[in-house]
């Protein structure tokens, strides 16, 4: 297998845009990414768009076509495909294209990843939502995620001791960290009472704990590493990429405080990076609930199964601390719409690593983790990436 780097980088901003379009934040994205990477539209040989659920959002199915001329390509003819895995989307997508260099097939591909969930009723975009979850055995009994995520947390609480402060600290670290990013949905500290204090979304979740609906667009530029100074001298390695799943449903796992399908991704990604989870600088987790945080960061080996929650509470994971998780602001801060949310960890990732992330920017950041999860847990991406 060829190596793979990442050469171009392009976001939007994330949060309630009304007056962008579906193609517009496509477009931006996209031609931010190109810009980035010196590459020119002559120079793709395919792309991968990860969109979790447009056809109910915006009415518009046929997303690869549509992103490929929305971004002025409709003439070049670029196999354009789109990649669906609920939340995981994203995260997905990166892996395609990140296989289609690796193996061969292609030398330069973007990766794009989309969704504007505001476009529709607070109420449809939770049953849309909801549709990545098991339809049969949970949404049809009016479960949520924020109550499948809920029964996660109780159970957590209930075998480690965790605390709904501790909880409250990830959405406060969280908040932190994305008032320093210009591109996210809520760049304002929040105090711990305030998190403590919001009102019950699924208990012990309150509305802090939630990641919120967001509409917004990320995209990547890949390229075979052996071609990257053709195009650009700040390329970023990819260095390890893990796929897991499970079953649909929480009910059918073996233990719900553990995401299995994180499990096996992280550890097919760290084998081929030949690399340990010490050995990470910096992560971005899939904090769609903050009890989601905790759970990752266990199950990616950074501290213990139970201790996620003592983690936070001894500053393991801020800013500063011994494993910086979602400088971005993750889900939780910066926002999630859910097609581009795996793309935007990956963005993310490749600023630290290029060290122009500005005040947000972690000290001697060589190795990072991109972490990202469709439903509750039954599909799960991993991606280790190191500065060149």
């Known amino acids: 297998m060829r190596d793979v780097a990442v050469i171009g980088i392009g976001v939007t901003k994330f949060g309630e845009l009304w007056d962008k379009s579906f193609r517009q934040l496509t477009a931006e994205a996209g031609a931010k990414a190109l810009l980035d990477s010196g590459v020119s539209g002559g120079d793709i040989d395919a792309m991968y768009i990860g969109s979790m659920s447009s056809g109910r959002f915006v009415g518009q199915e046929h997303i690869g076509a549509l992103v490929a001329d929305a971004s002025g390509f409709s003439h070049l003819h670029i196999p354009a495909t789109r990649v669906e895995g609920a939340c995981a989307s994203g995260g997905l997508a990166v892996r395609q294209g990140y296989l289609s260099i690796a193996s061969g097939m292609n030398d330069v591909v973007v990766v794009g990843g989309i969704e504007k969930m505001n476009d529709v009723s607070g109420e449809a975009a939770t049953e849309t939502l909801a549709t990545a979850a098991d339809q049969e055995w949970e949404s049809f009994f009016g479960v949520t995620f924020p109550g499948l995520y809920a029964l996660m947390a109780r159970r957590h609480m209930y075998e480690y001791g965790t605390t709904k402060k501790q909880l409250a600290e990830i959405a406060v670290k969280n908040h932190a960290n994305g008032a320093l990013n210009p591109n996210a949905q809520y760049q304002k500290p929040i105090k711990l009472e305030t998190a403590l204090n919001a009102t019950i979304v699924a208990d012990p979740l309150g509305l802090f704990d939630c990641s919120p609906v967001t509409d917004g667009a990320a995209s990547i530029v890949l390229c075979a590493a052996d071609k990257a100074k053709k195009f650009t001298d700040k390329a970023i390695k990819i260095i390890g990429s893990g796929q897991g799943s499970d079953t649909i449903s929480l009910h059918g796992r073996d233990h719900i405080c553990t995401l299995e399908a994180t499990v096996y991704a992280a550890k097919k990604a760290y084998k081929q990076a030949n690399v340990k989870p010490s050995d990470i600088d910096l992560a971005e987790v899939h904090d769609c ?62 600023e630290q690593l290029r060290g122009t992330a500005d005040k947000r920017q972690v000290k001697n950041a060589k190795i990072g983790l991109a972490h990202n999860v469709g439903g509750s847990g039954a599909t799960a991406v991993v991606h280790i990436l190191e500065a060149m």
């Open 289 to 350: 609930f903050t009890i989601a945080e905790i759970i990752a960061i266990e199950d990616l080996g950074f501290v213990k199964k139970g201790e996620g929650g003592k983690a936070i509470e001894n500053k393991i994971t801020t800013l500063d601390g011994e494993i910086p998780i979602n400088t971005s602001g993750g889900l939780k801060a910066k926002g999630h719409p859910v097609g581009a949310t795996g793309v935007a960890q990956i963005v993310e990732i490749v």
